[in-house]
């Protein structure tokens, strides 16, 4: 392999600017070596000294004035070099710590990567220890133990406690920043080195690069065949010379060519006059010479069959025994003299052509009599036999484009009588040719579909016109298969009518693929019910027949109750089967006539037509059908073993009622059928003109709310949360919705129909967004406060919920420890281990969990233990009726309780009155929210009322 060679101009220069940019590299590692050194002693020194200053402040303080010492801590963590700082006791523990999260945890927990061996190690050492956490020494710490007064105990002079102070750096920044210093002050040098190499570049492109190139392209024209090219005599001395010379060659070779060019023009225009074609050789029969007539009748172009051996230029065959024949220049030149070619001579020309040549080959001899070598010369004389072959191979290829494939093809002459059968057709039909002769084949049509294809037969050959029809043919299996039979009429070169011709295609497997496309289009492919288009159609049919009969049918709207669980739990697979047992009992209760169709998804839709002559009969026999199915539909059902229960909510109007249009009852089935899903599930509910005010009124509002979110038309409201003295420790974030023309509408009209449509999610993104805007102004004030926000469980099963809280954390600069989000005791059940893991993601981050409305859902001890939660919040409906309700008075002492046991905790909400308050205080609740203590305000004016800082 030949490595191409860089030009010049390229060259140089790049080698030039290599050096350079190492020299430059070499400077720039050296400088940069010194200044991180430099940058690393200084950061041991500051360490060193905050460990020393922090040690000797938790000696003196640590036992009398804790606040100073935690305040040096805060201090010495206002170092952004500062990773973390602890105060550890002999044991690892944390006393203190720049976050209030550590403290009373391991070190090792709190910072991976802690070497506990390290902390027995320094425990006789007097000197603060430094020590590098990371290889490139981008993270360093120091630590230094110190003695911890303590009371003296009996034959113990003094305390032997000791605390430690631990120190962490990342230098990571700090060490980026220096590298961009350092390359920032030589980017000069850079920049002069590069400008430096450009003009050298251009100096040599401008009096060395471009005279070559011109050199070098003007050489290529000649190679190529441009003989008058020449270049410009210009540039250096040795390049002008160089250019002057290489002139005068192509001149010299542009004259000899044109002399060259003449003499073969002559030759060519005698080669090109003769009709036959000539082909000349050597005496070692090599190919010299072609004419054109000789390069269409072997396919061999005179430029690539010169040199060639005649035998692979000049291929002959007897055209009677396809044996090859001898070339006739052999014999010329052997024997010296004519020699003709041999009758029925075949030449195969190189592109597969076959043409019957004749004639001779001769001598070619010198002025002295020399043998120089043999011309050729033959013509074609083949077209009486290429027409002779064609007829028979016209024949041939009919019977063979006849006999394959599937098609049945056959023949009739002008006496109706069919005279050829294909050898597909008696195949098919198992007969032979003999038997299906005539009108033979009649035998094999169905006796239904016979006299129609006569009549079709007869009309199209008496009008000579081409046809098509369907019929059943008997197979050979003794089967009726469906037949598409199509023919036309033949005619004689002069116009004379011959008869017909036609074919036939077997098409039974593609009607019955039809009839399986039309039951797909309108059949539920899972449980084979109508689908919804059959399903209006044939309702559409009912309606009109029940108003010219004046007889009342109904339309029932049954959606499953709970088959999502079944899905979520049991898989889809488990699911689709439930749904085919759901359809089966469906029919089951149906009379014939009636439809039970699937809509989608666990929605099924019945129809009832003509029950009765009256409103009110129809509306009983409806109701009884409607039990019958809300029974069938409670009953367990068994699958594999396992039992899986689910009710249905349904919906009933009756028909007609007006001038009501399918979509009208469709519409009311399904408006009744959610009102039977607010009254409990596993109900029944008619459908009642007040519904579709209702189902307008839901329409509009969602129609608002969705504007409402587009324009973020929210207001964030607070409710303080307070201590026993009454002291304001946090506050719960609620939202408002502030409508144009409804006013402020409360979240209990807005928030369910924010859940079913998905507007939850960005509606409570918006929330986390603002109280995480609300957490950092507080905290940057010095007021910071936990802040709880509610999530949807709709907006924590989101893939990106996790994400999204990190990204909001990261825009707004919130502390994620002052920040609390409020989740149910349902959500935990429902996805407990994609809870688990999201919770204690975030959990990592320093967010705190709270589990809102405790003792109202499906509670486990298990997953309490298992989860990182830090609160729980007692439901109000437990505490309007204490201390007088027995019963709610249990529930909050056990719940109190519990908390207490497990370390959580506890806020009650919708504490009301002084009674309710002391009860709480008395059992040992600690945070308290509700009316007897604050409103919920608007943030603003919410901020106002709080303290100021310090």
């Given amino acids: 392999m030949t490595m191409r060679h860089l030009p010049l101009r390229t060259a140089l220069p790049i080698g030039l600017a290599l050096l350079a940019l190492v020299m430059l590299g070499v400077s720039v590692a050296n400088a940069l070596h010194k200044r991180l050194g430099q940058l690393d002693q200084r950061a041991r020194a500051d360490i060193l000294i905050q460990t020393v200053h922090l040690a000797h402040m938790a000696e003196q303080g640590w036992e009398t004035n804790r606040g100073l010492v935690e305040d040096d801590i805060a201090l010495a963590a206002t170092d952004p070099r500062v990773e973390a700082v602890l105060l550890l006791d002999d044991s690892g523990r944390v006393l203190a710590a720049h976050r ?101 570049g251009w100096l040599l492109h401008r009096y060395l690069a471009i005279p070559l190139g011109n050199l070098g392209r003007a050489a290529n024209a000649l190679r190529s065949g441009q003989l008058d090219v020449r270049v410009p005599e210009q540039g250096p001395q040795e390049i002008a010379v160089l250019a002057e ?236 298969r469906w037949i598409i039979g199509q023919g036309s009429a033949r005619f004689g070169s002069q116009g004379q009518f011959l008869g017909y011709i036609g074919h036939c295609l077997d098409v039974t497997e593609a009607r019955r693929a039809e009839a399986e496309i039309e039951r797909l289009a309108y059949h539920d492919a899972l449980t084979g019910l109508p689908n919804r288009v059959l399903f209006l159609d044939r309702l559409d049919q009912t309606l009109a027949a029940a108003r010219r009969k004046r007889r009342y049918g109904a339309v029932l709207f049954v959606d499953l109750d709970q088959f999502k669980r079944i899905n979520d739990v049991h898989g889809h697979a488990m699911g689709d089967a439930v749904l085919r047992e759901v359809a089966g009992r469906l029919e089951y209760y149906m009379r014939q006539g009636d439809t039970v169709a699937r809509l989608g998804g666990d929605e099924f839709v019945i129809l009832l037509p003509d029950l009765a002559e009256n409103l009110e009969g129809a509306g009983a026999l409806v109701m009884t059908v409607a039990e019958k199915i809300r029974g069938a539909l409670e009953n367990p059902i068994s699958i594999d073993g396992q039992e899986y229960v689910t009710g249905a909510s349904i919906g009933i109007t009756l028909f007609p009622k007006g001038a009501e249009s399918v979509e009208d009852l469709m519409r009311e089935a399904d408006t009744a059928m959610y009102r039977a899903k607010e009254r409990g599930r596993n109900a029944l509910a008619y459908f009642e003109p007040a519904m579709q005010e209702a189902v307008a009124e839901r329409y509009a509002l969602d129609r608002e709310l969705r504007e409402a979110v587009r324009e973020r038309s929210f207001e964030l409201y607070l ?189 009650a909400e919708g504490v009301e009155n002084e009674a309710q308050f002391a009860f709480l205080r008395q059992q040992g609740c600690e945070r308290f929210q509700g009316y007897y203590f604050h409103r919920p305000l608007e943030m603003r004016a919410w901020i106002e009322k709080l303290p100021p800082a310090g």
């Fill in 100 to 200: 209030t999260a550590w403290r009373g945890r391991l070190a090792a927990d709190v910072l991976p990567g802690f070497d506990m061996r390290r902390l027995a190690q320094e425990k006789q050492g007097r000197l603060p220890a430094f020590f590098t956490l990371s290889p490139d020494g981008s993270r360093v710490a120091a630590m230094q133990y110190f003695p911890r007064p303590a009371e003296p105990k009996p034959q113990q002079l003094r305390s032997q406690r000791l605390g430690m102070v631990y120190i962490g750096f990342d230098l990571t920044r700090e060490r980026r920043a220096m590298r961009a210093f350092v390359f920032k002050a030589r980017a000069p040098d850079l920049i002069a080195t590069l400008l430096l190499i450009g003009l050298l």
């Fill in 245 to 480: 010379n290489f002139n005068a060659m192509a001149r010299a070779i542009q004259e000899a060519q044109e002399s060259l060019a003449t003499s073969e023009e002559r030759l060519a225009i005698t080669l090109n006059s003769i009709g036959d074609a000539l082909l000349a050789t050597d005496t070692e029969e090599r190919v010299t010479l072609m004419n054109p007539v000789a390069e269409n009748l072997t396919g061999w172009p005179q430029a690539e069959a010169l040199g060639r051996r005649v035998a692979e230029v000049f291929v002959i065959h007897n055209a009677l025994t396809g044996e090859p024949a001898e070339i006739p220049v052999t014999r010329v030149i052997r024997e010296g003299r004519v020699v003709g070619l041999a009758n029925h001579t075949t030449l195969l020309a190189r592109n597969g052509a076959r043409h019957h040549i004749a004639d001779s080959a001769a001598p070619i001899r010198s002025a002295g009599g020399e043998l120089q070598g043999v011309v050729l010369v033959f013509r074609d004389v083949s077209e009486e036999y290429l027409l002779r072959e064609e007829l028979a191979n016209s024949e041939l290829h009919f019977r063979a484009l006849a006999n394959s494939g599937q098609a049945l093809v056959w023949t009739a002459g002008v006496d109706m009588e069919f005279d050829y059968f294909n050898e597909p057709w008696l195949r098919f039909t198992g007969r032979t040719l003999e038997q299906e002769l005539g009108q033979g084949w009649t035998e094999g049509e169905h006796p239904d579909d016979r006299a129609r294809c006569t009549e079709i037969y007869r009309a199209a050959f008496d009008r000579r016109e081409p046809f098509s029809m369907e019929y059943r043919l008997r197979h050979v299996s003794g089967e009726y």
């Fill in 719 to 907: 409710q303080s949360q307070v201590n026993g003295d009454g002291k304001v420790i946090g506050a719960e974030a609620l939202v408002r919705w502030r409508h144009p023309q409804r006013g402020l509408v409360m979240p209990a009209r807005f928030i369910p129909l924010a859940e079913d449509s998905g507007l939850i999610v960005p509606m409570g993104e918006w929330v986390l967004h603002e109280v995480c805007l609300l957490i950092a102004r507080l905290d940057a004030e010095g007021r910071g406060l936990r802040i709880a926000v509610n999530v949807s469980p709709r907006q924590f099963h989101q893939a990106d919920f996790v994400q999204r809280i990190k990204e909001i954390l990261a825009a707004t600069g919130a502390d994620p420890t002052y920040l609390t989000l409020e989740i149910t005791e349902n959500l935990l059940i429902e996805h407990a281990s994609e809870s688990v893991a999201r919770m204690t993601e975030l959990g990592a981050l320093g967010l705190r969990f709270s589990i809102d409305d405790f003792g109202t859902g499906y509670s486990s001890l298990a997953y309490l233990k298992r989860l990182p939660v830090s609160e729980l919040k007692i439901d109000k409906s437990f505490v309007q009726d204490i201390p007088h309700d027995p019963n709610d008075v249990a529930l909050v002492e056990t719940i109190l309780s519990m908390a207490h046991h497990l370390h959580f905790d506890v806020v």
